[in-house]
C-alpha cells in the first residue's frame, strides 16, 4: 500500500459511493430517455451545484469557474509544488448512461474523503474538477471546459451555431451565467500541473473479456469529425426517370457506407461511424434535392487518420459526382491521438499491484477531457470494466465493486504521485 508516515490509504465506502451514484443518476431529464443530462440543460445546472455541495462538504474549496467547471482544491503542505488535477465530467449524450464521466468525479470526491479520513496529507495541493460539456454537442465542440483550462478553446468555437440554427456557443454560455470571454481567458499555463489522473468506465469489452479489473490506459483515441452536404435536384418522385436523377438522399447514404468499409478496414484501431443524416424536402413523393451527413474517424494511430481523413474526401466526392450531386466535406474537428504518461501508467500498474488487482494496458477508443489536461503535464487514466462492453446507452453498466476498486487505484496513484519526483510525459 501506498503509504505515508506509515499510513495507508482507506478503502472507498460502499454505501456512501452508491449512494453518490445514485443521487447523481436521479438528476437527469425525464424526456430524454436513459440517464439523460445534456450540457446547458436545467437538469445539468442543478446537478453542477450537487457536485459543489459534495465537493465542499468533503473538504474541498470549491467553486464554479467561468467555463462552468465545478473545481475544488485541497491544499497540500508545500505551495510552491505543482499541484496533482484529477476528475472528469457529469454531463451525458442523449439517451445516455449512468457511468460514463460520473464515476470520474464521484471517485475524486471520495478519494479526498479517503485521504482526509486515513490522516494523510499531500505536499501538492490536489485539485478536483468536474468538467463542464466534455460530450459531442451540437456546437461541435466536445470538451468545452477542459479546453478552457488547457487554452484550446477558442473565439471561433464561440462563434460557432447547431446546424440547424439557434444560439452560438458564446450564447449558450452566457444563458447558462458563465462568463465565455473569461472562459477563452482563463488558460492555465502549460505544465502547470505535477500529475493529471482520470478514473473512468472503460465503455468497450476488452477488461470484461479478460477478467482484469484495472485498465492502465495507454493512449487516447484522435478523433475527426466530419458534416457533409450533398446538393442534387429535387424531382417528381412517379415521374423523374431512374437514370436522370440526382438524388442527394441516395448519394449521402453510398457515403455512409463508403465511411463504415473504411473502419473496417483499419489495418489497427481505427473506427468510423455516421451518427446522423437528413434530407430535405423530406416528403415520399420528392427526391431529395439535399441532403447532409454527419460523421467521425477515431483512432490511437494518427498516420491512419490523416490517410483515412483523405480517401473519405475523395471517395465520398465521386460517389456523389457520379450521380450528378455536388458535395462539401467539412471537417469539424481535428483532435489527435494523445499517449498517456509512461510515468502514470507505470504508477497506476504499481497501484493496482499492491492492492493485488489484476490490471491491464488498454487503449481508449473514447475520447475524454484528459485528452486536453496532457497539456498541462503528464497525463494518465485508470479504467474499469463497462458490462458487455456498451456505453452511451441506457443500459451502460459497471458493478459497483468495479468502481470501488477503481478508486481504490486512484486513490493510492495519488498518493504514490506525491511522492515522485520527476515525472515523464
Ligand atoms: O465520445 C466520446 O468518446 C466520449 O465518451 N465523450
Ligand atoms: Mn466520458
Ligand atoms: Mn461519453
Aim: glycine residues 12%; proline residues 4%; charged residues 25%.
Amino acid at each position: 500500500m501506498a503509504a505515508q508516515g506509515g499510513r495507508a490509504v482507506r478503502h472507498a465506502e460502499r454505501d456512501r459511493v452508491a449512494r453518490d451514484l445514485e443521487t447523481l443518476a436521479g438528476l437527469h431529464d425525464d424526456g430524454l430517455g436513459g440517464w439523460t443530462r445534456l450540457v446547458f440543460s436545467q437538469v445539468y445546472a442543478d446537478e453542477r451545484q450537487h457536485v459543489l455541495r459534495l465537493m465542499r462538504e468533503a473538504g474541498l474549496s470549491a467553486a464554479i469557474d467561468p467555463a462552468g467547471n465545478v473545481i475544488g482544491r485541497l491544499e497540500g503542505t508545500n505551495p510552491s509544488l505543482r499541484p496533482i488535477l484529477t476528475g472528469s465530467h457529469t454531463d451525458t449524450v442523449r439517451n445516455g448512461g449512468r457511468f460514463d464521466g460520473v464515476v470520474g468525479v464521484v471517485g475524486a470526491i471520495e478519494t479526498v474523503r479517503l485521504l482526509r479520513a486515513s490522516g494523510i496529507v499531500l505536499e501538492h495541493d490536489l485539485i478536483v474538477a468536474d468538467f463542464l460539456g466534455e460530450e459531442a454537442n451540437p456546437w461541435g465542440v466536445s470538451c468545452i471546459g477542459s479546453r478552457s483550462i488547457s487554452g484550446r478553446l477558442t473565439a471561433e468555437h464561440l462563434e460557432l451555431r447547431p446546424a440547424d440554427g439557434g444560439p452560438s456557443l458564446g450564447e449558450a454560455m452566457a444563458g447558462f451565467g458563465l462568463d465565455p470571454a473569461a472562459a477563452l481567458g482563463q488558460a492555465w499555463r502549460r505544465d502547470a500541473l505535477h500529475a493529471y489522473i482520470e478514473l473512468h468506465i472503460e465503455q468497450g469489452p476488452m477488461l470484461e473479456r479478460s477478467g482484469s479489473a484495472i485498465g492502465v490506459v495507454t493512449a487516447i483515441a484522435g478523433i475527426d469529425r466530419l458534416l457533409a452536404r450533398f446538393e442534387g435536384r429535387p424531382d417528381h418522385a412517379g415521374t423523374a426517370a431512374m437514370g436522370d436523377r440526382r438524388d442527394a438522399l441516395a448519394a449521402a447514404a453510398e457515403a455512409v457506407l463508403t465511411i463504415e468499409r473504411e473502419g473496417c478496414g483499419a489495418p489497427v484501431h481505427g473506427v468510423s461511424t455516421t451518427g446522423m443524416i437528413d434530407a430535405q424536402p423530406g416528403s415520399f413523393n420528392v427526391v431529395p434535392g439535399s441532403a447532409r451527413i454527419w460523421a467521425e474517424l477515431r483512432s490511437v494511430d494518427e498516420r491512419w487518420l490523416g490517410e483515412a481523413r483523405r480517401r473519405l474526401a475523395r471517395e465520398i466526392a465521386a460517389g456523389a459526382n457520379a450521380r450528378g450531386v455536388e458535395v462539401d466535406v467539412e471537417w469539424l474537428n481535428d483532435q489527435p491521438p494523445v499517449q498517456a504518461s509512461r510515468s502514470l501508467q507505470d504508477h497506476i500498474a504499481r497501484s493496482a499491484g499492491r492492492l493485488d488487482l489484476g490490471w491491464e494496458p488498454v487503449p481508449s477508443g473514447a475520447g475524454h477531457d484528459a485528452a486536453h489536461m496532457d497539456v498541462l503535464g503528464p497525463m494518465g487514466m485508470v479504467f474499469v470494466p463497462s458490462a458487455g462492453g456498451r456505453s452511451h446507452v441506457p443500459e451502460e453498466h459497471t458493478d459497483l465493486g468495479d468502481i470501488l476498486h477503481g478508486i481504490d487505484v486512484l486513490a493510492e496513484t495519488i498518493v504514490s504521485l506525491d511522492r515522485a519526483s520527476a515525472l515523464v510525459r
